[in-house]
């Protein structure tokens, strides 16, 4: 069991034991001591002090923490992202301004073509791949889930469906979420706010719920099911 020191703040415990904490300096050297004495570990303070050894910027499994004069900022994951676009030949892929469209899907119902085997598992490894990527880009997630949806058995509107995500992710290839400065505050609202569209899908007729927090108007997370 380890106790945190005072003042210490666990912002984020992601997979394969990494994790963020956030706190003064001289807490977080200690906790690194602690941690160092149980265990084996790789750590790295991110802020302004570079003359006492702080870097500006962090990668964590391809996602980038980089400290700014104006703030935090949170990149997703750029080679992720850019591995999706691989697959297609970019010369070819159309810079969508949405990463879906309304009834795109609907052809997975009326079509009678049948992907090859190995059509069927790129599909699924790109749908994957998606999924993972939205989880920081928010702007994708909803075509990702949807796309994901016909992973057991995909048709072609679904191939065009990933082709066209594909092509919105060549013209968006980075996705920064900057989290600026604020003035301490007496008080903060927390504000959660959730909608369904009620039975959306043109083939399953299922819904869509999804959700969003924000406190004292800064965005922190989405969440779509």
């Known amino acids: 069991m380890l106790l ?3 003042r210490i703040r666990v912002l984020w415990f992601g997979p394969l034991w990494w994790c963020f904490f956030c706190g003064p300096r001289w807490a977080l050297k200690k906790l690194r ?11 790295k303070i991110v802020g ?11 990668a964590v499994l391809n996602r980038i923490l980089r400290y700014t004069t104006e703030g935090w900022e949170w990149e997703a994951d750029p080679k992720l992202a850019q591995s999706i676009i691989d697959y297609y030949n970019e010369e070819y892929l159309i810079p969508y301004v949405t990463p879906g469209k309304v009834g795109q899907w ?3 119902a009326l079509t009678d073509q049948s992907p090859t085997p190995q059509t069927i598992k790129e599909y699924r490894s790109r749908a994957q791949k998606a999924m993972c990527l939205s989880h920081d880009r928010e702007d994708i997630m909803f075509t990702a889930k949807e796309l994901a949806r016909w992973s057991s058995k995909p048709a072609a509107g679904c191939l065009e469906g990933m082709k066209h995500l594909a092509g919105y992710i060549s013209g968006k290839p980075r996705v920064v979420y900057k989290f600026g400065w604020r003035k301490p505050e007496a008080k903060r609202n927390l504000v959660v706010r959730v909608d369904t569209d009620f039975a959306c899908c043109l083939v399953t007729r299922r819904s869509t719920s999804g959700g969003c927090l924000t406190v004292s108007y800064t965005h922190l997370r989405a969440h779509e099911t």
């Not at 001591?33 to 750590?43: C, T």
């Open 106 to 108: 609907k052809s997975h």
């Open 4 to 6: 945190l020191p005072t």
């Open 48 to 58: 302004p002090f570079t003359d006492e050894g702080d870097i500006q910027e962090c």
């Open 33 to 43: 001591e602690e941690l160092e004495e149980q265990f084996e570990i790789m750590s």
